[in-house]
Each structure stands twice: as C-alpha cells, then as structure tokens.
C-alpha cells in the first residue's frame, strides 16, 4: 500500500471507530488487536500486516477491496 492509501485507510478507520463510539483502547480490547497496531493503522503507517488491517475494518461489518471501502 502506498502512504496516500495508508492516510485514507488511517482517516477512514478513526471516523468509523468513533461513529461506533469507540475509544482507541476500547476498540482493542473487543477486537483482540493490539492497541500500538489501531494507533499506527489510524496514523496511517506504512508497515502494517494487511490480514490484521482487514481484520479491524472487518469488526465493523467493512470489507476491503481494491477500489474503496464497502459495508
């Protein structure tokens, strides 16, 4: 992924958290991924496991394809 893929990713993930009302550790706890891993996803790091990236947008009913988002 590229670092604009990765800030939209990042930008797109917080938004949906917190429409979930969801704090950052909160978001953790539920869905077994480590909290440094949602902070680098939401910051849009570049070094991120994709199982793991989909395994977040997934708690949240999301699936990601090649061209954007969908729910």
């Known amino acids: 992924m590229n670092s604009t893929t990765n800030t939209y990713l990042g930008h797109e993930m917080k938004r949906i958290r917190k429409e979930a009302g969801?704090?950052?550790?909160?978001?953790?706890?539920?869905?077994?991924?480590?909290?440094?891993f949602i902070r680098d996803l939401e910051q849009g790091k570049g070094s991120l496991r994709l199982d793991k990236v989909n395994r977040a947008f997934n708690f949240f009913g999301y699936t990601l394809t090649p061209e954007h988002i969908k729910k």
């Open 22 to 36: 969801l704090t950052q550790e909160d978001f953790a706890l539920r869905s077994g991924l480590g909290l440094h």
